[in-house]
């Protein structure tokens, strides 16, 4: 059975961007874990995190791989994506991250429409140099209940993000 039903905005913030702040001390999930599972598990440990960050005035948490704690995975409730001069990259489904259906159809589109889009590892580190100069065009979360939201701000060193 589908159920189809219009949405509006998941955040309050509306179709304005957001702001992120990355995870810190706290790991949502590891490589070998229930990380790309839709499951309550996978959610749990992300609950206390995202108050935090609600609560210091942000939208959600964007998650750091758990070892390394510098590559991106994803958001709390959506696939994240980084325009980068003409290159559309987002997390490969090899690290610990949901293959998203509204991800899935971001590629698909981009792909038909000539976008170079990459799915590899990609690091805050990446993302800070990307934004000190011109190369950082956009970045933007893709999640059925998060539509395609675009994000503003992440706060990791203070990277704004044009």
Do not use: C
């Amino acid at each position: 059975m589908i159920i189809t039903s219009p949405v509006g905005a998941y955040y309050k913030e509306g179709f304005d961007p957001i702001r992120l702040m990355t995870s810190g001390k706290y790991v949502r999930a590891i490589r070998g874990g229930v990380g790309s599972a839709k499951t309550p598990a996978n959610y749990a440990s992300s609950l206390l995190p995202a108050e935090e960050a609600k609560n210091e005035g942000f939208s959600q948490v964007l998650w750091l791989d758990g070892i390394e704690k510098k590559y991106i995975e994803e958001s709390g409730a959506m696939n994240v994506f980084f325009l980068l001069e003409d290159e559309l990259v987002t997390p490969s489904l090899e690290s610990p991250i949901l293959e998203g259906v509204t991800r899935n159809t971001v590629i698909n589109l981009a792909r038909k429409w000539g976008v170079r889009v990459s799915e590899r590892r990609i690091s805050i580190d990446e993302v800070i140099q990307a934004s000190n100069g011109v190369t950082l065009k956009e970045v933007f979360g893709t999640g059925t209940a998060a539509v395609i939201s675009p994000v503003g701000y992440i706060q990791h060193n203070d990277i704004l993000i044009p």
